[in-house]
């Protein structure tokens, strides 16, 4: 059973950078895609961006050009670097997982929080 973990939220700044991690556990070979989510207060979850196995890229049109989606296999770990953020930026931010294990199944991990003051 494939878990995810992230890490690296915090208070930042307009203007300034963070970087977030995503811990898997389990079989990192069998996750295609991963990628990042967020979710505002009072708002619905949306695509920030994705990374297949083979390292295509998604962004969402309003962070493209700032954030940088990578993985480490390796490590097992997805990142998000998150430069010249904005306060519409703020949101909980959530890793996903596609487990291609049997008919497959998503993972999520518990979320993070990033908060941009203005």
């Known amino acids: 059973q494939v878990q995810l973990v992230e890490s690296g939220g915090g208070l930042v700044q307009a203007g300034g950078s963070l970087r977030l991690s995503c811990a898997a556990s389990?079989?990192?070979?069998?996750?295609?895609?991963m990628g990042w989510y967020r979710q505002a207060p009072g708002k619905q979850r949306e695509l920030v961006a994705t990374i297949t196995s083979g390292t295509m890229v998604n962004y969402a049109d309003s962070v493209k050009g700032r954030f940088t989606i990578s993985k480490e296999n390796a490590k097992n770990t997805l990142y998000l670097q998150m430069s010249s953020l904005k306060p519409e930026d703020t949101a909980d931010y959530y890793c996903y997982a596609r487990v291609r294990v049997g008919s497959g199944y998503d993972v999520w991990g518990q979320g993070t929080q990033v908060t941009v003051s203005s």
């Open positions: 389990g079989s990192f070979a069998s996750i295609n895609p």
